[in-house]
């Protein structure tokens, strides 16, 4: 599940609303039904191999299958046993499995959202344009998903910048495309 939200970046609300007919498989997509952004109610987010191959021994082995409405990730019983006709349940789940395992790993301040930077952040580093991952985070507004991730960005136009130089550099080395102008 962390591995679900960080390479696909679904809102813990958004993930307990996921049922297995929200994912289509063939094309690598997840719809999330009822997302934040004032701009559309529902969006499409594509997935990698990445995700594809660690979701399938999950999907294989979930004992829902072979029911579209089934949730993708299930809930658990009032004895903690997993129970695949209950909606997992975001406060639960954070309280009692992601918090204790971030603190043993010795990250105490995680938070689950936090995931959803991941994905952000990760897409920016890769290269995906601003406007691609402003509406793969369901972000209303470009300028929201820009003040958010502006340590990305200062750090991508340095190597931007670098790219450019290091260009411009070998086209002025190179006579054939260097021409005097002569003055007017």
């Avoid at 109610?41 to 979930?62: I, M, S, T």
């Avoid at 997993?82 to 789940?93: A, Y």
């Amino acid at each position: 599940m962390v591995w679900f939200v960080a390479l696909t970046d679904v809102r813990a609300g958004e993930l307990a609303r996921v049922d297995l007919a929200d994912l289509n498989t063939l094309h690598r997509f997840l719809t999330v039904r009822g997302t934040k952004s004032r701009r559309s109610r529902d969006r499409r987010v594509d997935y990698g191999a990445a995700l594809a191959d660690r979701l399938k021994p999950y999907l294989e082995e979930h004992p829902r299958g072979d029911i579209p409405t089934a949730p993708l990730f299930y809930g658990r019983d009032n004895n903690a046993r997993p129970d695949p006709d209950r909606r997992f349940d975001p406060g639960t789940f954070y309280k009692r499995v992601f918090k204790p395992a971030a603190i043993k790993l010795g990250l105490p301040r995680v938070r689950f959202h936090d995931l959803r930077h991941t994905a952000g952040s990760w897409w920016i580093e890769a290269g995906v344009s601003l406007e691609t991952v402003s509406a793969r985070l369901g972000h209303a507004d470009i300028n929201f998903t820009r003040r958010t991730y502006i340590h990305q960005l200062h750090t991508r136009a340095e190597e931007d910048a670098q790219r450019a130089d290091a260009w411009l550099s070998g086209q002025l080395a190179a006579p054939a495309n260097v021409r005097q102008l002569r003055p007017a």
